[in-house]
């Protein structure tokens, strides 16, 4: 039986792996990437019982800092997770927020970051009395640079796979478990020659992708997905639908789409913690517009990157300031 490396073990990004770092904060303090360990015979690794978030950090170099978007609301769905999954423990935003602070400290980074909180268990088959459960917590925080696809597009396959629903493992729960539903579109599309996978729901409508929300530009309307479609509650998508209806002065339908309507599209773009605003040139075969990406998509992205890098200047309450660097 082949053992995996460390490297292995770090979560894919969107596309290249993430590098492993020297400190991870596991369980109330900074310990050594190597030292934060769990037992094989643990609920998280038989039946994968973890909720996470994952939320970015922008460094901005003037201030000698990061500030980390949304934070509050990434604490907030994690704690939501956890509650439709029973895994109890409660995580706050202070508490957090010190953490993150003494992490970034020890790793010392001087580049955008990517944050995964997780929220584990440890025992506790099936149950949620805390008598009888133990839960654990623990955050790597990764160096994330900018993807290449962001300026030149994914090309997306129709999975054969569909989204699971809210009856059965529900997608608004940011749980590990889920994301099986999603590897195995994503390995799909990888085997078929595509760089990402679209899910249909169980009425065969577009829901998501692996890791991101989907949205298209048809006849100068933005059209998204809903909530019920099947899709994660996406920070990252109500930051774009925000930016899109009051910034740039677009009309926004939050809809059922059929997978029809993206071959039809003037544009497809995804948006997500990493993936950020990131243009689809092509959907099965049928390619995009022009192949490129279009203008609605350039003007999300600039106005995106512009809230998230705004640093001290950031006026929307979308930032909290992490530690000064010396």
């Given at each position: 039986m082949s053992r995996a490396t460390a490297a292995d073990t770090v979560p894919s990004g969107s596309p290249a792996a993430l590098s492993t770092p020297e400190y991870i904060w596991m369980n109330g303090a900074v310990r050594p990437w190597q030292d934060a360990n769990v037992h094989v015979w643990t609920e998280v690794v038989l039946r994968a019982a973890s909720v996470f978030e994952g939320l970015r950090g922008y460094w901005v170099p003037e201030e000698s800092r990061h500030y980390f978007v949304h934070l509050d609301e990434h604490?907030?769905?994690?704690?939501e997770s956890a509650r439709v999954v029973r895994i109890p423990g409660e995580v706050t935003t202070d508490e957090l927020h010190k953490a993150l602070g003494e992490l970034i400290t020890a790793l010392g980074y001087r580049e955008d970051v990517y944050v995964r909180p997780t929220l584990y268990l440890e025992k506790g088959r099936y149950t949620s009395k805390a008598s009888a459960v133990d839960t654990g917590f623990f955050m790597p925080v990764f160096q994330s640079p900018r993807e290449p696809s962001i300026d030149t597009g994914v090309r997306c396959q129709i999975s054969s796979w569909r989204r699971s629903g809210d009856q059965s493992a529900p997608p608004r729960v940011?749980?590990?478990a889920n994301y099986y539903n999603l590897r195995l579109a994503r390995l799909e599309a990888e085997a078929n020659g595509f760089d990402e996978s679209v899910l249909l729901n169980g009425a065969?409508?577009?829901a998501e992708t692996g890791g991101a929300s989907v949205f298209l530009v048809r006849r100068n309307t933005v059209i998204t997905p809903?909530?019920?479609?099947?899709?994660l509650e996406s920070i990252t998508r109500q930051s774009a639908i925000d930016l899109l209806a009051n910034d740039l002065g677009m009309d926004v339908e939050v809809r059922e789409v059929d997978r029809t309507e993206l071959y039809l599209a003037d544009e497809v773009f995804l948006t997500g913690t990493l993936c950020e605003i990131t243009p689809v040139v092509a959907v099965d075969q049928f390619g995009i517009g022009d192949g490129t990406t279009g203008p609605v998509t350039r003007r999300l992205q600039q106005a995106y990157y512009d809230a998230c890098r705004a640093g001290a200047n950031e006026s929307r309450g979308w930032l909290t300031?992490?530690?000064t660097l010396g």
């Open positions: 604490v907030r769905r994690l704690r940011k749980a590990a065969g409508k577009v809903r909530l019920s479609d099947s899709i300031a992490g530690p």
